[in-house]
C-alpha cells in the first residue's frame, strides 16, 4: 500500500528559528512530491518535486528531494507567525491520477 | 473568482439522515476529486472522476454516492449518515495534463450528532 509519513506531527518554536520538516515515501510508482500548506481552510500549493537534488525555493521556504532514500525535507528560515499552519507532504503515484498525503506537521510559530 | 467551489460549507445533522454536498470548478480541469479531512488533519482520497467518469473508489461505503453531470461538477450524496462521517470534506481539482498539483476547494464541515 502506497505510504507518506511525516516528521514531526507537531512542532513549536519562536519566531525568527529555522525549521526543516520531513517526509518520506514508499509508492509503488513515485511521479512527484509536492507540498502544501493549510492555514484555516484549504490546503494550497508550495512546492513540487520530481528530480532529486534539485532545491526548490520559494522566499524563505524551500525544499528538495531525494529519490534514492525516498524522502523530501521543508524548510523554512527566518519564520514569523504567519507561518503558522499544517504542513502536508503528498506522493503523485504514476498511472493513478492521485495524491497519497501525510498525516501532516502542525507547526505554531510563537512570538 | 473561486476556482473550486463547494457548498454548504458547514453542514450540521442527526444521524440516520441524507445530505448532499455540491462542487463546481471553473479551471476547465478534466479531474475532479473527494477527499476526507478527519479530526487528525489526515487528508484521505475518496473519489476520482475524470471528465463524468469514475476513475478511483478507494473502498468507501456505498452510503457514499459521486455524481458528476459534466466535467465541472462533482457532488457527493450521502444515506444514512454515521458519527463517524463527521469530517471536512475537500473537493478538488487537477488538469488533464496531470502536472500533480490539486487545487482545493474551501471544503465542507459535516458535523453528524
Known amino acids: 500500500e502506497d505510504k507518506v509519513v511525516q516528521s514531526p506531527l507537531s512542532l513549536v518554536v519562536h519566531e525568527g528559528d529555522t525549521v526543516t520538516l520531513n517526509c518520506s515515501y514508499e509508492?509503488?510508482?513515485?511521479?512527484?512530491l509536492l507540498w502544501y500548506k493549510q492555514e484555516k481552510k484549504a490546503p494550497t500549493f508550495l512546492f513540487m518535486l520530481?528530480?532529486?537534488?534539485i532545491e526548490k525555493k520559494s522566499g524563505r521556504l524551500s525544499s528538495i528531494l531525494d529519490k534514492k532514500e525516498l524522502f523530501s525535507i521543508l524548510n523554512i528560515t527566518a519564520t514569523q507567525t504567519g507561518d503558522s499552519a499544517i504542513y502536508l507532504c503528498a506522493v503523485e503515484v504514476w498511472g493513478a491520477q492521485k495524491l497519497v498525503f501525510g498525516q501532516g506537521t502542525r507547526l505554531t510559530i510563537n512570538p | 473568482d473561486t476556482a473550486v467551489s463547494q457548498t454548504p460549507k458547514y453542514l450540521v445533522t442527526q444521524m440516520g439522515n441524507d445530505k448532499s454536498i455540491k462542487c463546481e470548478q471553473n479551471?476547465?480541469?478534466?479531474?475532479m476529486y473527494w477527499y476526507k479531512q478527519d479530526s487528525k488533519k489526515f487528508l484521505k482520497i475518496m473519489f476520482s472522476?475524470?471528465?463524468?467518469?469514475?476513475?478511483i473508489n478507494e473502498t468507501v461505503p456505498n452510503r457514499f454516492s459521486p455524481k458528476s453531470p459534466d466535467k465541472a461538477h462533482l457532488n457527493l450524496h450521502i444515506n444514512s449518515l454515521e458519527l463517524g462521517d463527521s469530517a471536512v470534506y475537500f473537493c478538488?481539482?487537477?488538469?488533464?495534463?496531470?502536472?500533480?498539483?490539486?487545487?482545493f476547494g474551501e471544503g465542507s464541515r459535516l458535523t453528524v450528532l
Open positions: 478538488a481539482s487537477m488538469p488533464g495534463t496531470n502536472t500533480g498539483e490539486l487545487f
Open positions: 479551471l476547465g480541469h478534466d479531474t
Open positions: 509508492v509503488t510508482n513515485f511521479r512527484s
Open positions: 472522476y475524470n471528465n463524468k467518469e469514475l476513475i
Open positions: 520530481t528530480s532529486s537534488g
